[in-house]
């Protein structure tokens, strides 16, 4: 009796001094619609999520024929940097009219005022967001049947590229028109200015700059565009020289010289005379348009 008493609050005590077990984990919220507001062929919507410091928008195109239930493929278009205000694919850049007659959803991202499109080493976290979670939120939602291609313009052509290199398999075509397509150091303080070591390490620059993911791009076609800087067709007379696009430029020409090294698929329209300015841009999407939607059918 004695020791069955003794083998009793032996275990007793050490039940009593376990670890009690962790509490359960607060799960994160998810992708948060804010607002939610119809256009002519789709939905403009306001976003919010934790892997953001800022909402975010993006503007769906639906294609003609489109209803709940059907399935489409999807092209992505990306944002420049500094006009997170609105989607100006479509406000500036008449996405909505080249689109109209393609049998895709047109989606149209912005990626921040200089998010780069990038998990900044301390700060927001764009690529996952939007790979993660918004896309297969918004295929989900308006039937995206898993053909993608991306596109984008200035800071937005490094996003197209980037994502698509860093995100195997899931891009079946992209295209730049003034991208950042050997972005530095220089670019990100550029942009990002005080919170560029923030937004890259730097360790993290070649793993984002395109010309350094060549190797991940050879397998789909590629569409490069960029002018030179001098006012151009499109400009009105009094443009003045733009050492910006005269830059991007550049980076482009390294870029098309490491894709062609490496044996990529790429269209290459470096057009001289042009500005970093939206008439070019839309010009290229327009030209663009059946590499980008071709592997699509």
Known sequence: MALRLLLTLVL???????????????????????????????????????????????????PAGWKPGTTWPVLYLLEGCCHESTIDWTARGRADELTKDLPVIVVALEGGHAGFYSDWADGPQWESFHVKELIPYLESTYGGNGKRAIAG???????????????????????????????????????????????????DIPKHSPTSLIAELTG?????????????????????????????????????????????????????????????????????????TEPLR
């Not at 919220?29 to 306001?46: D, F, I, M, S």
């Not at 028109?177 to 890259?200: P, Q």
């Not at 020289?241 to 470096?270: C, P, W, Y």
Request: glycine residues 8%; proline residues 9%.
């Open 12 to 62: 007793a005590l050490a039940v009593g001094c376990s670890t009690p077990p962790d509490p359960p984990k607060t799960q994160k919220p998810a992708l948060k619609v804010v607002n939610e507001k119809k256009t002519q062929r789709g939905v403009a919507l306001t976003l919010s999520s934790p892997s953001l410091e800022t909402e975010t928008l993006a503007e769906v195109l639906l």
């Open 153 to 203: 313009f200035s800071m937005g052509g490094l996003g197209a590229f980037s994502y698509a290199a860093r995100q195997p398999g899931m891009f079946r075509a992209a295209a730049s028109f003034s991208g950042l397509l050997d972005a530095g150091r220089a670019d990100a303080d550029y942009l990002a200015r005080d919170k560029s070591h923030d937004l890259w390490r730097d360790e």
């Open 220 to 292: 789909i076609p590629l569409y490069v565009a960029c002018g030179n800087g001098e006012p151009g067709p499109l400009d009105s007379p009094s443009t003045p020289k733009d050492d910006g696009e005269a830059t991007i430029e550049e980076q482009n020409r390294r870029f098309v010289a490491a894709a062609e090294k490496a044996g990529a698929k790429v269209t290459v329209s470096l057009y001289g005379p042009g500005t970093h300015a939206w008439p070019y841009w839309t010009r290229e999407l327009e030209r663009a348009l059946p590499l980008l």
